[in-house]
């Protein structure tokens, strides 16, 4: 199981080959991976069953991103990246302001995305975007969901599936980052807002960054009503003059729900929270009710 006793020795073992001393490691997060920070550095450990090919794609993105001045979080130079250690792909990253203080706005995170969007294509072999497949193995995997559940998330994603096949994105593919939001953004000391959290980097329609925005602004507090129209407007495209916008924001509920439902276990917290989300997700997706962040 994927919890803090079992990452702790490995973060142990990598403070001790960088020279660095845990004692004084902070968890920040330990969800889809455990993030400690430990002085000015930053050490993600992934679960167990992450394919290390995939993050070995996610470090080379990033060194990429990096050498073309893009706004990101570096990995800690000197280091060759992913380290295995106890059998999980491990990342150090250089520190940055979590900017609790003065978080990136939704504007800040719309320009953000439209100079990703403008790159041009990595040299690095990344997956494409294929987001079907990946929301019925999550709930088929999930420990949480009870049978009527399941029939429902699946019930959904067969009529959403319909969509996506014949889905013509009005602004093309390019490198994604499949999970953008003010959450999976940092500052740099001087105050830059740069973007994190790459373990998703792919192949895929640019509507599918945009719809993740959409769904955040009106899922989750902060930002409220009217956050969405300030992204856009820093962006430089109102995505809601494609019809399928909708159905598109749909699709990306429901991976978020599938997702959390695999990563949670029974009695937790988190597993109340997804199904509370599949509670108000029954009635034909409509239901807009607000979510608590995982």
């Known amino acids: 199981m994927f919890v803090e006793a079992r990452t702790r020795p490995v973060l142990a073992e990598v403070c001790r080959l960088l020279g660095y001393p845990d004692s004084n490691a902070a968890l920040l997060r330990h969800h889809t991976n455990a993030v400690y920070a430990v002085g000015d550095i930053v050490i993600k450990i992934a679960p167990g069953d992450q394919d290390l090919d ?4 996610m470090v080379a993105v990033v060194d990429w991103l990096v050498d073309l001045d893009f706004p990101t979080v570096a990995l800690h130079p000197g280091l060759s990246q992913p380290l295995e250690v106890g059998g999980h792909a491990v990342t150090v990253w250089q520190r940055l302001d979590p900017a609790h203080d003065h978080p990136i706005t939704v504007s800040e995170l719309g320009s953000i995305l439209r100079d990703l969007h403008a790159l041009p294509a990595p040299p690095v072999r990344l997956p494409v975007l294929r987001p079907i497949h990946g929301i019925e193995r999550s709930v088929t995997r999930s420990e949480i969901l009870n049978g009527k559940e399941q029939d429902l998330l699946i019930s959904r994603l067969e009529t959403l599936a319909a969509g996506w096949e014949v889905m013509r994105f009005p602004r093309g593919t390019s490198l994604i980052q499949s999970d953008p939001q003010i959450r999976n953004a940092l500052r740099r000391f001087d105050g830059t807002p740069v973007l994190a959290d790459w373990d998703g ?27 969405f129209a300030d992204f856009t407007a820093a962006y430089g495209w109102d995505v809601t003059s494609w019809s399928q916008f909708e159905e598109l924001c749909q699709l990306r509920e429901l991976q978020m729900i599938a997702t959390n439902a695999r990563k949670s276990r ?29």
């Open 54 to 57: 995939r993050v070995r794609a």
């Open 201 to 227: 980097a792919a192949r895929g329609p640019r509507e599918w960054d945009i719809a993740t925005v959409a769904v955040h602004c009106r899922r989750f507090d902060p930002p409220g009503p009217g956050a």
């Open 266 to 294: 029974p009695g937790t917290e988190a597993a109340d929270e997804v199904h509370r989300r599949i509670a108000g997700f029954a009635d034909d997706g409509a239901d807009l009710r607000r979510w608590r962040i995982l």
